[in-house]
């Protein structure tokens, strides 16, 4: 799996769109860009993958450079309940099912 | 409601005591998996389950056992716990499995958290 490059933490107002960057400059063309958050201790929690489009839930966005080396998770108005860990994981198609998570983003929501 | 669940959520254990870590997901999932979580190293795989009876270690199996009778429950056994497994455990299932898989997501437990004296 490729390795991602996340900031080690970020802050963001109440309200306001959090927007989470990710390089992942090794990408190869079979690997999917899937984004988890940990809330302080809780099981991880899946928000949303893509390939190479733009993808959009009821959780989040995700953009997607046009090379592939880099995304975005934008929150589009954060809440404090949004405070949590951020996970940017590259994978491909049809391996072996373990997620690598690394450090990732920790994103403190504030008043 | 779909989801994995977790006993005992705490436990607080001491050396060379056996036990066992249940986890079970009601939503038909092939693919299950433990990982730990520590301090600094983040969430590592332990063991995972493609299918009934058709488990493999993962990245750090020393010291844990897993069985996979039925689809539903993936218990982890630690046979003789040392307190450098004290840690956050997690259980997770996937829709993958031997089927192949694109983009499924993996849902993840609500942890266990083991001390070990």
């Known amino acids: 799996d490729a390795k991602t490059t996340q900031p080690t933490s970020m802050d963001c107002a109440e309200g306001r769109a959090a927007n989470l960057p990710c390089n992942h400059s090794?990408?190869?063309?079979?690997?999917?860009v899937y984004w988890y958050r940990q809330i302080h201790s809780q099981g991880p929690q899946y928000i949303i993958h893509?390939?190479?489009n733009n993808e959009t839930n009821e959780m989040a966005s995700l953009i997607i450079t046009e090379d592939r080396k880099s995304s975005t998770l934008i929150l589009p108005h954060a809440t404090l309940r949004d405070t949590a860990v951020y996970y940017c994981?590259?994978?491909?198609?049809?391996?072996?099912?373990?997620?690598?998570f690394g450090t990732g983003t920790r994103l403190q929501v504030t008043l | 409601e779909a989801q994995v669940t977790q006993n005992p959520r705490y436990l607080i254990t001491v050396t060379g005591k056996k036990l066992t870590v249940t986890c079970s997901q009601n939503?038909?999932?092939?693919?299950m998996s433990w990982y730990r979580q520590d301090p600094g190293l983040g969430l590592r795989q332990i063991y995972y389950?493609?299918?009934?009876?058709?488990?493999d270690k993962g990245d750090v199996p020393e010291g844990y056992k897993v069985s996979r009778k039925e689809k539903r429950n993936f218990p982890l056994i630690l046979e003789s716990p040392s307190p450098n497994q004290t840690s956050l455990y997690f259980c997770?299932?996937?829709?993958?499995?031997?089927?192949?898989?694109?983009?499924?997501?993996?849902?993840f437990g609500p942890g266990t958290r083991l001390t070990v004296l």
């Open positions: 939503m038909n999932h092939e693919y």
């Open positions: 997770a299932s996937s829709p993958w499995g031997l089927a192949g898989g694109s983009y499924n997501e993996q849902f």
């Open positions: 090794t990408i190869s063309g079979n690997e999917y």
């Open positions: 994981i590259v994978r491909a198609v049809g391996t072996a099912s373990k997620l690598t």
């Open positions: 389950s493609m299918n009934v009876e058709v488990t």
């Open positions: 893509g390939l190479k």
